[in-house]
C-alpha cells in the first residue's frame, strides 16, 4: 500500500475523521553533501513535511515526513547546513508526494479541466481546476537540455486569464520546458539559467522579444 514510500520509515498510521494520516521519518542514512559531495551523517536539526499521497481504498492519505537537515563535515565547504532531498517521495515545494503529482498531472493531461477535475475528486483526490493545471505545470520534466534553436509561445490555462509559456526546440520539436506566467522576468530567468540558445523564434507576447533583449543580447 505505501511501496511510493518505501525509502522512508514508517512510524504511525492512523485514521483522523476519515483521513488516513501516515508518521514517516528518512532512514537515518548518509547523504553527500550537495555542494561538495562529502559524505555526513551529522545531523543538524529536524523540520517536517506534510504532503498528500495516492488515496487508499478511497480515502485521502496525508504523510508527515521528518525530515533531517545535515551538517556538511567539510570545514571550508561554502554550505555549513543542508536539507535531505527524498527524492521520489518529496520533491522541493511539493505539496504531494511525487507519484500522486504525477497521477494528478497524467489526468489534467488526458482531460483538461472539470473533466480532470472530478474524475480526481471521485479517485479522492480533491484537487480543483485550478489546482490540477498548477499540479500539470510542475510535473517534473526530463533533464532539461538547452537547444540551439529555441521556440518560445504563450498558451492560456484559463480562457483569457492565467498563462504559461512553453519553451520548444525548434529544430527537433520536442518540448523543453514549462513556465507558469509569461512576463518578461519568467523567460528572462530561464534564459539566464540556461545558457547556449543562439536564436529564438518567438510568437505571442511581446514580452519575449524584451527577454531575449535582456538575457540573450547576441541572439538572433
Ligand atoms: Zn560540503
Given at each position: 500500500m505505501f511501496s511510493g514510500l518505501s525509502s522512508l520509515v514508517i512510524e504511525d498510521v492512523t485514521d483522523q475523521d476519515g483521513v488516513i494520516v501516515v508518521r514517516a521519518r528518512t532512514a537515518g542514512q548518509m547523504v553527500p553533501c550537495p555542494r561538495c559531495g562529502a559524505g555526513t551523517g551529522q545531523v543538524h536539526g529536524y523540520y517536517g513535511r506534510t504532503v498528500a499521497d495516492v488515496p487508499a481504498d478511497g480515502r485521502q492519505v496525508v504523510v508527515h515526513v521528518r525530515v533531517r537537515r545535515m551538517r556538511c563535515p567539510?570545514?571550508?565547504?561554502?554550505?555549513q547546513t543542508f536539507r535531505e532531498q527524498v527524492p521520489g517521495v518529496l520533491d522541493r515545494y511539493?505539496?504531494?508526494?511525487t507519484r500522486l503529482a504525477g497521477q494528478a498531472g497524467e489526468v489534467a493531461r488526458r482531460l483538461a479541466g472539470r473533466a480532470g477535475a472530478g474524475l480526481l475528486a471521485a479517485l479522492g483526490v480533491p484537487l480543483s481546476r485550478h489546482t490540477a493545471m498548477r499540479v500539470l505545470l510542475r510535473l517534473p520534466l526530463p533533464e532539461v537540455s538547452v537547444p540551439r534553436v529555441l521556440g518560445v509561445d504563450d498558451f492560456a490555462l484559463r480562457r483569457g486569464h492565467v498563462y504559461a509559456t512553453v519553451l520548444i526546440?525548434?529544430?527537433?520539436?520536442?518540448?523543453?520546458d514549462v513556465l507558469a506566467g509569461r512576463t518578461v522576468e519568467v523567460v528572462e530567468a530561464w534564459l539566464r539559467g540556461h545558457p547556449g540558445v543562439e536564436v529564438v523564434c518567438r510568437d505571442g507576447s511581446g514580452a519575449y522579444g524584451e527577454a531575449v533583449r535582456r538575457a540573450l543580447p547576441g541572439a538572433v
Amino acid at each position: 500500500m505505501f511501496s511510493g514510500l518505501s525509502s522512508l520509515v514508517i512510524e504511525d498510521v492512523t485514521d483522523q475523521d476519515g483521513v488516513i494520516v501516515v508518521r514517516a521519518r528518512t532512514a537515518g542514512q548518509m547523504v553527500p553533501c550537495p555542494r561538495c559531495g562529502a559524505g555526513t551523517g551529522q545531523v543538524h536539526g529536524y523540520y517536517g513535511r506534510t504532503v498528500a499521497d495516492v488515496p487508499a481504498d478511497g480515502r485521502q492519505v496525508v504523510v508527515h515526513v521528518r525530515v533531517r537537515r545535515m551538517r556538511c563535515p567539510v570545514l571550508d565547504c561554502p554550505v555549513q547546513t543542508f536539507r535531505e532531498q527524498v527524492p521520489g517521495v518529496l520533491d522541493r515545494y511539493q505539496r504531494r508526494t511525487t507519484r500522486l503529482a504525477g497521477q494528478a498531472g497524467e489526468v489534467a493531461r488526458r482531460l483538461a479541466g472539470r473533466a480532470g477535475a472530478g474524475l480526481l475528486a471521485a479517485l479522492g483526490v480533491p484537487l480543483s481546476r485550478h489546482t490540477a493545471m498548477r499540479v500539470l505545470l510542475r510535473l517534473p520534466l526530463p533533464e532539461v537540455s538547452v537547444p540551439r534553436v529555441l521556440g518560445v509561445d504563450d498558451f492560456a490555462l484559463r480562457r483569457g486569464h492565467v498563462y504559461a509559456t512553453v519553451l520548444i526546440d525548434a529544430e527537433t520539436g520536442g518540448r523543453v520546458d514549462v513556465l507558469a506566467g509569461r512576463t518578461v522576468e519568467v523567460v528572462e530567468a530561464w534564459l539566464r539559467g540556461h545558457p547556449g540558445v543562439e536564436v529564438v523564434c518567438r510568437d505571442g507576447s511581446g514580452a519575449y522579444g524584451e527577454a531575449v533583449r535582456r538575457a540573450l543580447p547576441g541572439a538572433v
